[in-house]
Nanobody, 125 residues
């Protein structure tokens, strides 16, 4: 059974940094994607960044150049968040897709089937 556990959330001042980490267990696949999503109060959940099995990354335009997703083997996926803005505030979730039959590039990753419980990020001005 796939299990994802996020950590590293908290509060930061605008312009500051936070690093989120997601511990992944019970997951094994040749082709896959891992991603970070966020949900602000009253908003729909949105994808922030993704990394594929070739470690190609994809970022939503609102975070490109500020956030970096990285993977430490199959066990951890991290999100380094710099130059934080108040509208980065929200609950952040990591997720894993179902194993794919063939390679899927990060920007096309879909079918995220397994989710963590989330970690709160609050950015104040």
């Amino acid at each position: 059974q796939v299990r994802l556990v996020e950590s590293g959330g908290g509060s930061a001042q605008a312009g500051g940094s936070l690093r989120l980490s997601c511990a992944v267990s019970g997951y094994s696949a040749r082709y896959y994607c891992l991603g970070w999503f966020r949900q602000a109060p009253g908003e729909e959940r949105e994808r922030v960044a993704a990394i594929d099995s070739d470690t190609i990354t994809y970022y939503e335009p609102s975070v490109a150049g500020r956030f970096t997703i990285s993977q430490r083997d199959m066990n951890f996926v991290d999100l380094q968040m710099n130059s934080l803005r108040p509208n980065d505030t929200g609950m952040y979730y990591c997720a894993a897709t179902r194993p794919y039959i063939s390679y899927v590039r990060a920007e096309w990753c879909s079918e995220f089937m397994s989710w963590g419980q989330g970690t709160q990020v609050t950015v104040f001005s």
